[in-house]
Nanobody, 122 residues
Framework: QVQLVESGGGLVQAGGSLRLSCATS????????MAWFRQAPGKEREFVGY????????YYADSVKGRFTISRDNAKNTVYLQMNSLKPEDTAVYYC???????????????WGQGTQVTVSS
């Protein structure tokens, strides 16, 4: 069994930064490809970014490209999402996910965290 626990969310002003963490337990972080998704109220869960298990390949949604960065510290079994130049439209609950069952942009992952709220004020 794999557990994912996100942290680091909060309230920030537009233009600010936050770093989210996703700590894994049960298996080492480099066992799985991992991703970040987000879900705003009344909207479907959407893909934010993806990291291969080695961290050698990363992909991002167009809406966050150039502002968000995924990194991994496999020694700490933790994946990070660095979010810069935040906008009010980035407000959502952010989830980390591991072990995709299909294309990495699809929200079909075997393991999910509980989510962490990010609120960006204008």
């Amino acid at each position: 069994q794999v557990q994912l626990v996100e942290s680091g969310g909060g309230l920030v002003q537009a233009g600010g930064s936050l770093r989210l963490s996703c700590a894994t337990s049960g298996r080492t972080a480099n066992t799985y490809d991992m991703a970040w998704f987000r879900q705003a109220p009344g909207k479907e869960r959407e893909f934010v970014g993806y990291s291969s298990r080695s961290g050698g390949s990363t992909y991002y949604a167009d809406s966050v490209k150039g502002r968000f960065t995924i990194s991994r510290d496999n020694a700490k079994n933790t994946v990070y999402l660095q979010m810069n130049s935040l906008k009010p439209e980035d407000t959502a609950v952010y989830y980390c996910a591991a072990y995709p069952r299909g294309h990495y942009t699809n929200a079909a992952y075997n393991y999910w965290g509980q989510g962490t709220q990010v609120t960006v004020s204008s």
